[in-house]
């Protein structure tokens, strides 16, 4: 507001002021001494924070400036900013079964991925002939009583490829496979040398059974009828061996 001076037509030559409204812009020469003090005022609050407040500043542009780790477990990827863990987060653990850590774009295909995969009830409930299988669409109300139906409605329906599969078995990391590999390895290890020590036990017994044998638990000769004939001689191995073709043995007197 201004104010303007006028003079009064009724002769008394009495001079009053009367208000005029004036509009000014904001880099007009009105405002730059205000504006001077405003600037002046700013950087005297800025030079009288204390040390304390400088190292929560210097600390929260460090932070910011740093590498983000997610917190998830078992995750723990490396991000350069809050904005990339948000998009990671929405992407890879939004929507994120805990049972299996399959992962789905939204959480309308995860609730139907954990009632078809992990709720007995709901496969008791195919079982009796219930339409329980969910469209993936949605918005669809349709309900339907086997996989393959609802595969044939989304192709049929909502133009789905015909290679679409909402079960996707997923292959197992690089990680998983090698310590599964360890374990098949021991385990065959183990069984082999089980194996040979069974039959090193095996053929350490039957030595030793072997070894127990004695030749004078068998007759050294059979006799058939009567007493004075002379009757099959047997003659240990052993003792054979020791005999050479030249020597000559006692022949049985007839």
């Avoid at 609802?150 to 990680?175: A, G």
């Amino acid at each position: 507001m201004a104010m303007e001076v006028e003079v009064s037509g009724t002769g008394l030559n009495f001079p009053f002021l009367q208000p005029v409204r004036r509009r000014f812009e904001p880099d007009s020469l009105f405002f730059e001494a205000g504006s001077i003090e405003r600037q002046l005022l700013a950087k005297q609050v800025t030079l009288d924070i204390t040390d304390e407040e400088k190292q929560q500043i210097q600390s929260m542009e460090d932070w910011g400036s740093s590498e983000i780790y997610c917190p998830i477990v078992g995750c723990g990827v490396h991000l350069q900013s809050l904005e990339d863990f948000e998009d990671h987060y929405t992407a890879r653990h939004m929507a994120s079964c805990s049972v299996c850590s399959q992962v789905y774009p939204t959480s309308h295909l995860l609730s139907i991925h954990v009632s078809e995969a992990h709720d007995s009830f709901f496969q008791a409930k195919v079982a009796r002939g219930y339409a329980m299988y969910e469209c993936l669409v949605e918005g669809c109300d349709a309900k339907l009583k086997s996989y393959k139906n609802r595969q044939q409605h989304l192709v049929d329906k909502h133009k789905f490829p015909t290679s679409f599969e909402f079960f996707k078995k997923s292959r197992p990391s690089k990680k998983h496979r090698q310590k599964t590999q360890r374990k098949q390895a021991m385990h065959n290890t183990e069984d082999a040398s089980t194996a040979m020590q069974v039959d090193q036990e095996n053929i350490d017994s039957l030595v030793s059974a072997v070894s127990r044998l004695s030749t004078s638990e068998s007759p050294s000769s059979i006799s058939f009828g009567r007493r004075h004939t002379r009757g099959l001689t047997f003659v240990p191995r052993a003792v054979q061996k020791e005999k050479r073709p030249g020597q000559s043995s006692e022949q049985p007197k007839r």
